[in-house]
């Protein structure tokens, strides 16, 4: 009677188990929560995984806008990856994340100096980002209209972005969405 409860536990367990690959299997073409993904980013980026770049591949072509923004990150430090990179952070700036939207301004101006032509499309993507409470973005913004590094230089402007990044670094999600003329 003892080995029948035993081989009892034993087969119970090994339905439920069975039960529980069945149902992860169900979920896996679902996308995560956003800090799912972000862990498999990190470990994407620690460990250089396989698997993980995958799982975040196929969670970029299942929508996940932060799985784009996470594999573009990714791929940004590659130079053989960094139109796949910048396509990656587009759709996700596109779709309204401001780190994407920030890091794609930063990958158009490609360091310093900052020329007019890299303006022209690195402005565009800053705005958006500052606009959804990025401070980066309002800062480099304060920091391009003080100094017209490829924008006409103002004072004002500068003033008002620097308010906005001082806003927001303290802690007001609002204070760029007042501005809505910037």
């Not at 032509?117 to 409470?133: F, G, N, T």
């Not at 230089?153 to 999600?173: H, M, N, P, Q, V």
Request: hydrophobic share 45%; charged share 20%; glycine share 8%.
């Amino acid at each position: 009677m003892e080995l029948f409860n035993k081989s009892g536990a034993l087969l119970a367990s090994v339905l439920v188990m069975v039960g529980a690959l069945i149902a992860c299997q169900a979920k896996e073409d679902s996308v995560p929560p956003a800090q799912v993904i972000e862990a498999a980013a990190q470990a994407l980026s620690v460990n250089g995984g396989a698997a993980a770049e995958r799982r975040l591949r196929e969670w970029a072509e299942q929508g996940s806008v932060v799985a784009r923004r996470e594999l573009g990150l990714f791929y940004q430090g590659n130079q053989a990856r960094r139109a796949e990179a910048a396509k990656l952070l587009e759709q996700a700036a596109l779709a309204g994340d401001s780190e994407a939207a920030f890091q794609l301004a930063e990958i158009y101006r490609g360091g310093q100096p900052f020329s007019a032509k890299a303006a022209e499309k690195a402005r565009p993507w800053y705005l958006q980002a500052a606009r959804h409470s990025h401070p980066k973005a309002a800062l480099t913004l304060a920091s391009l209209a003080s100094s017209g590094q490829g924008v006409a230089r103002d004072e004002e402007e500068a003033a008002k972005w620097a308010d906005i990044a001082a806003s927001l670094k303290a802690g007001s999600k609002s204070a760029a969405h007042g501005w809505g003329g910037y």
